[in-house]
């Protein structure tokens, strides 16, 4: 539960390790999926309050340990993040601030608000890792603008033999034995794990453990168009379409093509996943929590049935589509917290293809392209197209590749802000009752901490259901 | 070539391919986490290190959700062996009756994991035993490889010799070895038992090591060394292990209180309490004051009828999306009489295998029990808890903790306005029953 874990004490996250192992990597990752299972998270980077505060990288130089002047700003930088850390944590009610750095902080205790803290420490002595890395995600750093390639490699492995000098790795048979942190050894063939305190760190121990640095691609999509599709119904089982199983042979002829070496296939439960995954004549495997969006009771209606029958519901839904739970049904939020062990099981596995279904597709895209609760529900997700991701420096890049064969459009745009009722004040309508929103004799149920949702900045007492 | 026609499983509502009328393998449903092929799970420690612990609770926890797992304890062999246990002597380092006994029992041991695994459709075998040397570690090895096993070493080392001698009084105090002897008898021998082993002991080490998948717990859980962890199952174990603690607490289960659709015997819904279901959760609540449990936390589904029973708490409670009641489908707020006229052929199937079946357009028992992992790891990471849930769902967490096989768990008896109490106890739960 989430929630609970929201509203007790926040977390900062403190990355360690000499540069060039993966520490940004890290961060940047976990950030972004801490965020989409719904706790809010930042990243605070050390080298870009560094770069604010010299602007222009000169050398190596800059990092010596004997560089006083280069230690003094480089102190003054740390205070400022940490500075704007505990605004984040403290004032905007984020709950974990991952911080990468080169240096280990000492934290001063005593603070009434002080957040917990989890070390996430990167040891890597494999110089064909470092290499890579370095040319990766180094060579085009703000740092080095112009600079040849072997210069930079030059200049930068020069600069982590200067941090070497001090570095003074975890520790947990003496100094360190009382810090909770985990130590991520050589890009995740070993793991040393110390003091797990709370249900998020171990959240964040499990993701660490899961991923992966191995070159792969994970193929999404959408079932073929469906008979329902073809008539605007929504939900259901129906199966394909004449061109919903034109598009399954033209997916079969792309997939052949793409020549994928051990290529994974995932369908969910439903018949028009599956029978966009038999075409391809290869082995798939089927998994419930990938069907498409609950709809509860306005299962197989067309959105202009839902709008006459259930007005209000079909109002709610364009207002806060992400938080908006059909009525005996789910919401966008739902289907977040059930997709995360396919989320986990993506990062440990290599080359995947998930057929899937629009509202399903929106919140793994989410997740990789780091989207917003906000953006997840508008997300472009058209039948017949098909969105290749590849892992890229510290993102994904997204190709898309549509298959020519036409298909209805099952996409809705949010409407503009004119059309839409006056919004209520924050109080937003949770509830799992199957008797959906008619008229105005409907009974207001407050709030409750319900599960991944956001947490109330007060924490009075629960009022009671009668 | 034309795609193949699917035809709707009619138990489990599951779409699968069909040629010439017969189901045909091409897809895999997961379940769970479906393993390649067989794992062996090999302990590694010290006696009284919480070997056999770990092995019967991981068992336990690895078949609740789907993966056909057994532990092959080699001290019982040995005891099957060697019908009566003496003294320590037995396990003195320069003993050779004693060692060829051991060893024998090693081997029987492994035979039988090679049946279960290679033939009777066993995933995951936990080999139970010191294994304190290399030499012995290799040969299990080996055999996990001739036989095509991924072998996994869960090691655990302590020396704090209160955790140690807790231990002792827990499980070996009781064990069959020390029927005859007093408590002081039995710990002298124990002890002395223990020091046969530590001279030959040598440590999972992270050079000689290197190339083994395993996990070091250390000191009952407050650090791991985790090494090359293989697959998906290997990942599961490892975030299970590092979850689970043995702080004494106690997991509370009930139900909601009796509500208006429970009066009219309809399934399902979203009703409130009826007036007798108001009594059941004062009750409660008074029944939780007297009990006076140190930070207890209190879990509901999101469905009215639990979260009005936590209302009369007057305490804080967290809502859980997962542990709303099954879903019914085309049944919810039916009757069974209903259903029986309506949808005969589905109520005959439910009978027939009750935790496969699945409603249509709605849950299986085996689905809630996907559905509530995260609910039993948390469990797990927590200590007293009261959840107050419903029938189907009491069920599952219940025949997670009293390891009730998916055959028994939809029979469970979970009747309404019944508290569990569930206290962890060596090796199993007792449970205590209040009305």
């Not at chain 1, 129906?238 to 052949?256: H, P, V, Y």
């Not at chain 2, 029987?108 to 995951?124: K, M, P, T």
Request: proline content about 5%; some cysteine; glycine content about 6%.
């Amino acid at each position: 539960a989430w929630a609970s874990y929201m509203t007790n004490s926040p977390t900062l996250i403190v990355m360690i390790g000499l540069p060039a192992r993966g520490k940004t990597y890290m961060s940047k990752k976990l950030t972004r999926y801490l965020n989409w299972i719904g706790v809010p998270t930042k990243v605070f980077n050390l080298g870009v309050y560094r770069r604010e505060a010299v602007k222009s990288y000169k050398s190596y130089d800059f990092f010596r340990h004997d560089n006083k002047e280069a230690m003094e700003i480089r102190k003054r930088c740390a205070l400022v993040a940490l500075e704007d850390v505990k605004s984040y944590l403290l004032e905007e009610c984020g709950q974990i601030a991952v911080r990468s750095s080169a240096l280990k902080i000492a934290f001063h205790q005593g603070s009434s608000k002080l957040p917990g803290v989890f070390f996430v420490e990167s040891v890597c002595d494999d110089p064909e890792v470092i290499a890579a890395n370095i040319l990766e995600v180094k060579v085009s750093s703000p740092d080095y603008p112009e600079r040849h390639r072997e210069n930079v490699m030059d200049d930068f492995l020069k600069r982590i033999e200067c941090y070497k000098v001090t570095y003074e790795p975890l520790d947990p048979d003496a100094n360190d034995k009382d810090l909770s942190f985990i130590k991520v050894i050589n890009v995740g063939q070993r793991f040393l794990v110390n003091r797990v305190q709370d249900y998020i760190q171990s959240k964040i121990v499990y993701y660490l453990m899961n991923i992966h640095v191995q070159p792969r691609t994970i193929y999404l999509c959408r079932h073929g168009e469906s008979e329902y599709n073809l008539v605007g119904r929504i939900g259901g089982d129906s199966g394909l379409s004449a061109r919903g199983k034109q598009f399954s042979q033209a997916l079969k002829k792309f997939i052949e093509e793409q020549e994928i070496v051990d290529l994974k296939v995932w369908t969910s439960q439903l018949k028009r996943t599956i029978q966009t995954a038999e075409s391809l004549g290869v082995l798939y495997e089927q998994w419930k929590i990938l069907n498409e969006i609950d709809a509860g009771v306005c299962e197989e209606m067309t959105y202009a049935e839902i709008e006459a029958k259930y007005p209000d519901e079909f109002a709610m839904r364009d207002q806060e589509k992400y938080l908006y739970r059909y009525p005996g049904g789910e919401s966008y939020q739902d289907l977040v917290q059930r997709l995360e062990p396919v989320i986990m099981e993506l990062e440990r596995q290599g080359n995947v293809l998930v057929i899937s279904h629009q509202a399903v597709m929106r919140c793994l895209l989410a997740y990789f392209l780091d989207k917003s609760a906000d953006e997840l529900p508008y997300l472009r997700c058209p039948l017949h197209t098909i969105l290749k991701l590849t892992p890229v420096a510290y993102g994904c890049k997204v190709e898309t590749i549509t298959l020519n064969v036409e298909a209805v459009n099952t996409h809705r745009d949010k409407p503009s802000l004119n059309s839409l009722p006056s919004r209520q004040s924050p109080v937003r309508m949770r509830r799992n009752s199957f008797t959906p929103r008619a008229g105005a004799d409907t009974v207001k149920r407050p709030r409750h901490h319900s599960l991944g949702s956001k947490p109330l900045h007060l924490l009075g007492p629960l009022p009671s259901l009668e | 070539p034309a795609a193949r026609e699917l035809t709707q499983n009619p138990l489990q509502k599951t779409w699968e391919p069909y040629d010439n009328g017969l189901p045909a393998g091409h897809s895999a449903q997961r379940g769970v986490c479906m393993t390649n092929c067989p794992t062996l799970i090999v302990m590694v420690g010290l006696p009284a290190r919480g070997k056999t612990y770990i092995s019967k609770k991981l068992t336990r926890y690895l078949n609740w959700i789907g993966v056909p797992t057994k532990e092959f304890n080699v001290g019982q062999y040995r005891r099957d062996l060697v019908k009566k246990y003496k003294s320590f002597e037995f396990f003195l380092p320069d003993n050779e009756e004693g060692l060829k006994i051991r060893k024998q029992c090693a081997l029987a041991a492994l035979n039988d994991v090679r049946q279960y695994l290679s033939e009777e459709n066993g995933h995951v075998a936990v080999f139970d035993a010191t294994n304190t040397t290399r030499e012995r570690r290799e040969t299990i090895y080996k055999f996990g490889e001739e036989n095509g096993y991924k072998t996994f070493f869960v090691e655990s080392v302590c020396v704090d010799p209160e955790v140690i001698a807790a231990n002792i009084v827990q499980v070996k105090l009781g064990s069959p070895d020390y029927v005859d002897c007093s408590n002081d008898e039995a710990t002298e021998d124990f002890m002395k038992r223990i020091e046969c082993y530590k001279n030959s002991y040598e440590t999972l080490d992270e050079t000689l090591d290197k190339d083994l998948s395993y996990i070091k717990i250390m000191d009952v859980g407050r650090s791991y060394l985790v090494n090359r962890v293989m697959d998906h199952i290997q990942s599961r174990i490892v975030y299970y292990l590092m979850n689970i603690h043995v702080t004494p607490r106690s997991i509370y289960l009930c139900r909601h209180g009796e509500s208006e659709l429970n009066l009219k015997g309809r399934i399902g819904g979203d009703p409130g309490l009826s007036v007798r279901g108001k009594e059941f959760a004062k009750s409660l609540a008074q029944f939780i004051n007297e009990q006076n449990i140190k930070d207890l936390k209190v879990w509901t589904s999101q469905m009215k009828r639990t979260i009005q029973t936590a209302e009369a708490l007057g305490v804080p409670y967290e809502q859980w999306k997962v542990l709303n009641e099954i879903d019914a489908g085309v049944c919810e707020e039916m009757t069974y009489e209903e259903i029986q006229e309506n949808y005969p052929l589905e109520f005959a199937l439910r009978d027939q295998d009750k935790y496969r079946y699945r409603y249509p357009k709605g849950e299986s028992y085996e689905d809630l029990v996907q559905r509530l992992e995260p609910v039993i790891m948390e469990l797990e990471r927590q200590e007293n808890v009261l959840v107050i849930c419903h029938q189907a769902v009491m069920r599952c967490l219940l025949a997670y903790f009293l390891d009730k096989p998916a055959e028994q768990l939809p029979y469970l008896k979970c009747p309404l306005h019944t508290v569990l109490k569930l206290t962890p106890v060596a090796y199993g739960k007792c449970n205590n029953v209040y009305l």
